[in-house]
């Protein structure tokens, strides 16, 4: 344990904290066989991480979301993690069981062109903003992050991507295009943020915390 004692140096006396083991003043030696050492330098790491079934690092948690002891679902089914990707940080939901996948918008009839992400589900990016809100995919091949790319603006929309089974892709009667894209035509105008996207090294469920 550490004890602060008066330690005298020459005619003075200096106030000191020294480690005591087995009621003496500990020596290095005594230190490394008591399994107490010198504090080590300060971490470096990420911090709490999730990793996929392989030890991929898929981001690292912002928001834990609760204090329940279950695992890294800390009291919620849905974390928010973040990763580098080019110059920015992209902030995104997984479960345990992958990403979130939200829906996407297209000005298109039929979820072609560039794709818009809702800006009441995606707050506005001011500039300079440290991390930006997006949302990921995960396909056996690839994860692919999707941010926005410009400021919203009201848009009408013609067309809304689900990432869904094909078992739930028919009410409405939408396209699906395998493995996992359902189509709906929808029109309707709200305000959307036009996305950039990045294709990244693919991810493996379930997935699972990483601490330093």
Known sequence: MLVSACIR?????KAQRVAVVGGKRATSSSLRS???GDAGPAGTGPG????????????????????????FEVGSASLTIARN???????????????????????SSDCTGT??????????????????????HSEADKLTLFFPAASPAPITFNSRLYF???????????????????CYP?????????????ELPPVVAPFRAGAP
């Open 34 to 36: 008591s399994g107490l």
């Open 48 to 71: 709490i991480t999730i990793q996929d079934v392989n030890g991929t690092v898929v981001g690292s948690v912002l928001d834990p979301g609760g204090f329940a002891y279950d695992h």
């Open 85 to 107: 990707v080019g110059n920015n940080t992209v902030a995104f939901h997984v479960t345990r069981s992958g990403v979130n996948s939200d829906a996407l918008f297209f000005a």
């Open 9 to 13: 140096k020459g005619l003075g006396l």
């Open 164 to 182: 869904i089974p094909a078992t739930e892709c028919v009410i409405p009667p939408g396209q699906f295009t395998p493995p996992d894209r359902c």
């Open 186 to 198: 929808e029109s309707n105008t709200a305000a959307f943020a036009a996305t950039a996207s990045v």
């Open 115 to 136: 794709p818009l992400l809702l800006s009441a589900a995606y707050p506005t990016v001011e500039a300079g903003a440290f991390i930006v809100p997006g949302m990921a």
